[in-house]
Structures are given as structure tokens and as C-alpha cells.
């Protein structure tokens, strides 16, 4: 009781209520720096995770500046690494770390992110399987085998990468689609009538054009970068390096006998056969992954090349509508030209008022009443004159239209 009132009297704060608050504290702060991932095998079996980032550099063997890079609370452009041990890879919502073995994707319950899992769980996988049944006839048995050697010519991380580009490529080819739906009618309907409304919306679509644009923009400077460099591409051959050894490791090589003198020369036909043998199957595996880069290259360039004409047309419809505010402007600049025209016109008929209005005695005034219908015709034709006289020439210089 006596605690409870010095608390209240701002003496003494209760002990419990410290030690609850900062554990809450702590809680929070380890759920915060806890992240979900998911880890999918060569089986397709996904094992969701909840760890940090020390967790996760332990696992895969990752630097810390790497894995930076996956963080979604920092900008960082699209970026495909190729580690020793790893391709660290941050393609918009696809933040993934592939190993020979293991992908692992960073929030596996976002809603852009469920499909690639999907995917990763479908194609990951060998087809062994998927042709198996009875009653096959032997041309089923034949692709068969044929998709099996593909299959397992190709290694784990390029099946993952292949996943990963052919949705980030997917998913910003259907935003450029729905763009493309909104922009279009809304830039029509624009040209068609000029309204406030119309610019606004046309403005937010212009803008999330741009945004789109530098978003594609950056993952083709990435592909175009990565097809560039065949030593980049080099190391994105996981399964190679943790073998250790060449592409035609298992080429045979003939067992010969160091006490033969054939030996020498059948040893250095064979080393240099293999030489130009592993030569020619590095190149080749280089240029397998240059072809899966170069399909989806072609892809991602194809949206850019969308968003470009989708610019284009937005470029010519300010045209059209700079052009008809031109318009418009000569119009006004016109009638403004037609009522000082008429000021002025008017102006001389003010100044005979004027001039016969003075209270200054002249003797003509008297008896030459027959005069004021002269004055009036000759004032109207002067002012009539200098009207079509101001008229011709602003149409000579091209102020008016004809």
C-alpha cells in the first residue's frame, strides 16, 4: 500500500512494470530483427524460416555487405551477384540468395512473392517423373529422355535464376499491360475534351510511367551488364566451382602405362586434346547462361520498348494539345485585336462629340444645321476606314487569321 501511494506521488516506480516494459522492448526489437524466409531444396521442399541476418550469413556464407543488399528497408537497384558460394540476387520484390543446392527467398507470404515460390516448388525439381505411365509408345519415351538430359544438363542455380527472371520479366510486363489499358482511353478521351480532370489523370499516369520506366530500365542495365562480362557470368556457376574441377572432369583419358615410350607422345596429343576440349566446353556452358540472359534480355527489352512507344504517344498528345491551346490563345489574341479596333473607331466619334461640345461661341453654329448629317456620315466613314485599314494589316502580318 505504502509503495502504490508513492507511486502515485511520483516517488517510486513499481519494479514489475519496469522489467515488463523493457522485455516487451527486447521482444519487439528481436521480432523486428527476426526475417522470414523460405528455403526450397533441389526436391522443391520448402522449409519456412524465421532468422536474422547473422543467422543467415552463417548458413550460406554470405558478407554482410551482400546481404545488405536483399534488405527491403534500403533502395538498392536490381542486382544479380555472383559469389563464390552464392548468387545474391534483388530483382524488385524477388530478393533471393541461391546456393548449388538451396534457394533461399526473402518473404515467402508476400503476394508478388507466392508465385515464384510456386514456380520455384513446380520447376526445381528433375522431370524423371512426370513422364512415367502406362501405355506410353516409345516417341513419348524418346522426349522423354531427352527432357531428362536437358534437365539434368542444366544446373540447380540457373534453374532458380531462370524462375526468378521469368517473373520479375512476367511481372513488369502485366504492369505495363494495365498501363497500357489506363493510359491509352485516358489519353484519347483527353484529346477529345480538355478538362482539369483529365490532365490530372493523365499526369498520375505520366508519372507512374516514369516510375515503371526507371524500374525496367534498371533491370535490363543489369542484364545488359551481366551479358557483357563472361567472367560475371563465370560465376554464376555454383555447381562447377563446388565440384572443383573443370567441365570435362569426366571426359575419359586413356590409361597408359608410364613405362611405354608411346606414352609421352599419346599423353601430350591427349592433354592438349583435353585442353581445347574443356576450353570449348567452358565457352559453350558461358554461352548456355548467355542465351538464357540474351531470352530474357530480349523480354525485358520488349517492355521498355512498350513503355517507350506508350511515352511517344503521350509526347504526341501534348503536341496535339499545345497545338489546340495555341489555337485557343491566337483566338483570344484576335477578338482583343477586333474590340481595340472598335475603341478606337469609337474614339473618333468621341472626339467630333468633343470637339462640336465646347461652349465657345463660333458664328458657324448658327444657321448651318444641315452640317450635323455631313459630320455624322463623314465621321462614320472615317472610322469605318481605319477599322478595315487596322484589320488588313494584322492580317498581313499574320496577327489574324483570313
Known amino acids: 500500500m505504502l509503495a502504490l501511494e ?19 522492448s527486447a521482444a519487439k526489437k528481436k521480432t523486428a530483427a527476426l526475417r522470414s524466409w523460405i528455403s526450397l531444396d533441389q526436391d522443391g521442399e ?17 558478407h554482410a555487405r551482400d546481404l545488405r543488399l536483399l534488405d527491403p528497408l534500403l533502395s538498392y537497384p536490381s542486382t544479380i551477384l555472383g559469389r563464390e558460394k552464392v548468387i545474391v540476387l534483388n530483382l524488385e520484390h524477388i530478393k533471393a540468395i541461391i546456393t548449388a543446392d538451396e534457394v533461399l527467398l526473402r518473404d515467402p507470404f508476400d503476394d508478388n512473392v507466392l508465385p515464384i515460390v510456386e514456380e520455384l516448388q513446380r520447376r526445381l525439381p528433375l522431370v524423371s517423373a512426370n513422364f512415367q505411365g502406362q501405355g506410353e509408345d516409345e516417341e513419348t519415351s524418346g522426349v522423354q529422355k531427352d527432357v531428362e538430359t536437358d534437365e539434368l544438363k542444366f544446373p540447380f542455380e540457373f534453374r532458380a535464376l531462370e524462375v526468378a527472371l521469368e517473373g520479375i520479366c512476367s511481372f513488369l510486363d502485366a504492369r505495363t499491360r494495365e498501363l497500357e489499358t489506363d493510359a491509352y482511353p485516358a489519353l484519347d478521351e483527353l484529346t477529345s475534351k480538355i478538362s482539369s480532370r483529365n490532365l490530372d489523370r493523365v499526369r498520375k499516369l505520366k508519372s507512374a510511367m516514369t516510375r515503371l520506366t526507371n524500374r525496367v530500365q534498371k533491370v535490363r542495365d543489369e542484364l545488359e551488364q551481366l551479358l557483357d562480362d563472361d567472367d560475371d557470368m563465370a560465376d554464376l556457376y555454383l555447381s562447377r566451382k563446388l565440384v572443383g574441377t573443370s567441365p570435362l572432369s ?14 609421352t607422345i ?15 566446353a567452358e565457352e559453350n556452358d558461358v554461352e548456355e547462361l548467355e542465351m538464357l540472359l540474351e531470352a530474357y534480355f530480349m523480354q525485358i527489352e520488349s517492355t521498355l520498348n512498350k513503355l517507350t512507344t506508350l511515352r511517344e504517344y503521350i509526347d504526341d498528345t501534348e503536341d496535339y494539345i499545345n497545338i489546340q491551346l495555341d489555337n485557343h490563345r491566337n483566338q483570344l489574341i484576335q477578338l482583343e485585336l477586333f474590340l481595340s479596333s472598335g475603341t478606337v473607331c469609337l474614339s473618333v466619334y468621341s472626339l467630333v ?28 466613314v472615317v472610322c469605318a476606314s481605319l477599322f478595315l485599314f487596322i484589320i488588313s494589316y494584322a492580317r498581313h502580318k499574320g496577327l489574324v487569321g483570313s
Open 6 to 24: 508513492m507511486a502515485r506521488d511520483g516517488l517510486l516506480v513499481p519494479v514489475e512494470s519496469t522489467q515488463t516494459a523493457a522485455q516487451s
Open 46 to 62: 520448402g522449409t519456412v524460416l524465421d532468422l536474422d541476418k547473422y543467422a543467415i550469413i552463417r548458413r550460406v556464407q554470405i
Open 250 to 263: 569426366d571426359l575419359g583419358a586413356p590409361n597408359w602405362s608410364l613405362a611405354s615410350p608411346t606414352i
Open 266 to 280: 599419346g599423353s601430350r596429343v591427349s592433354k592438349t586434346s583435353r585442353a581445347s576440349a574443356a576450353t570449348t
Open 353 to 380: 462629340a468633343a470637339i462640336f461640345g465646347m461652349n465657345i461661341p463660333y458664328t458657324w453654329k448658327e444657321g448651318h444645321g444641315y452640317l450635323f448629317k455631313w459630320v455624322i456620315i463623314v465621321t462614320g
